[in-house]
C-alpha cells in the first residue's frame, strides 16, 4: 500500500509563486495522483490528477495559474502568481487495487 | 453542473448507529465508483469508503472494516454509509466523492459534508 508524503507547511508572498511536494513511497514511484485544495471551512476541491511522467489533467473550473509536474517519485502541485484565496491546505490522493490514501496535507500561507 | 449533497449526520452515543446518504445529480451516477472520506475536526482527510458503479465490489479502511457498510442506489442517484458499532473516534465530517471511473480512482468531485458527533 502506498504511502504520501507532504511537508507539513509551505509559505509565498502575494504575487510569488510556491512548489508543493507530494512524495510517493518507495515502490510506488510511477503512481498517479490527485491534488486537492481546501480552504477554510469549505469542502476540499479537486485540483487535478497528474501522471508520472508529469502530465495532468485539471479540473473544471480550476485557474491557469495552478499546474502539475512530476519527477521520480515527487508530484508536484505550482501555484503561480499567489493569490490570497490559494491560502488552504493541499492534500494529495493515491490509490492502489483496493485502498485509498491521502496525504498528511500542506498548509500553505500567503503572505 | 455536478453536485453532492450527504445527509444523516448527527450526535449518537457510542455503540449506537447512523445512516449516510449522499444524493447525487449533475452525471451519470451509475457510471462512477463513490467514496466516503472523513476528517476530524483540525486534522487531514482520511479515506473510510469505496464502491464500484455496479456496486460490485466495496472496499474498506481498516478503521472502519466489520462496523461500516457502504451501499448505493443506482436508480435514486443515492450513496449510503450504514456505520453501526459508532466510537469517540469515528466523530468527523463525512464526504461523500466522486470518483473519477467505475472502479475507483481519484476523487474528483466532493460533496460539502456532514458532521458525525459520537458522544454520550
Known amino acids: 500500500q502506498p504511502v504520501l508524503t507532504q511537508s507539513s507547511s509551505a509559505s509565498a508572498s502575494l504575487g510569488s509563486s510556491v512548489k508543493l511536494t507530494c512524495t510517493l513511497s518507495?515502490?510506488?514511484?510511477?503512481?498517479?495522483i490527485a491534488w486537492h485544495q481546501q480552504q477554510p471551512g469549505k469542502a476540499p476541491r479537486y485540483l487535478m490528477k497528474l501522471e508520472g511522467l508529469g502530465s495532468y489533467n485539471k479540473g473544471s473550473g480550476v485557474p491557469d495559474r495552478f499546474s502539475g509536474s512530476s519527477s521520480g517519485a515527487d508530484r508536484h502541485l505550482t501555484i503561480s502568481n499567489l493569490q490570497s484565496e490559494d491560502e488552504a491546505d493541499y492534500y494529495c490522493?493515491?490509490?492502489?487495487?483496493?485502498?485509498?490514501?491521502f496525504g498528511g496535507g500542506t498548509k500553505l500561507t500567503v503572505l | 453542473e455536478v453536485q453532492l449533497v450527504e445527509s444523516g449526520g448527527g450526535l449518537v452515543q457510542p455503540g449506537g448507529s447512523l445512516r449516510l446518504s449522499c444524493a447525487a445529480s449533475g452525471f451519470t451516477f451509475s457510471s462512477y465508483a463513490m467514496s466516503w472520506v472523513r476528517q476530524v475536526s483540525g486534522k487531514g482527510l482520511e479515506w473510510v469508503s469505496t464502491?464500484?458503479?455496479?456496486?460490485?465490489?466495496?472496499y474498506y479502511a481498516d478503521s472502519v472494516k466489520g462496523r461500516f457498510t457502504v451501499s448505493r442506489d443506482n436508480s435514486k442517484k443515492t450513496l449510503y454509509l450504514q456505520m453501526n458499532s459508532l466510537r469517540a473516534e469515528d466523530t468527523a465530517v463525512y464526504y461523500c466523492a466522486k470518483s473519477g471511473s467505475p472502479a475507483g480512482a481519484e476523487s474528483d468531485f466532493w460533496g460539502q459534508g456532514t458532521l458525525v458527533t459520537v458522544s454520550s
Open positions: 490522493e493515491t490509490w492502489d487495487s483496493n485502498s485509498w490514501v
Open positions: 518507495s515502490g510506488h514511484s510511477s503512481y498517479i
Open positions: 464502491i464500484s458503479s455496479s456496486a460490485g465490489s466495496t
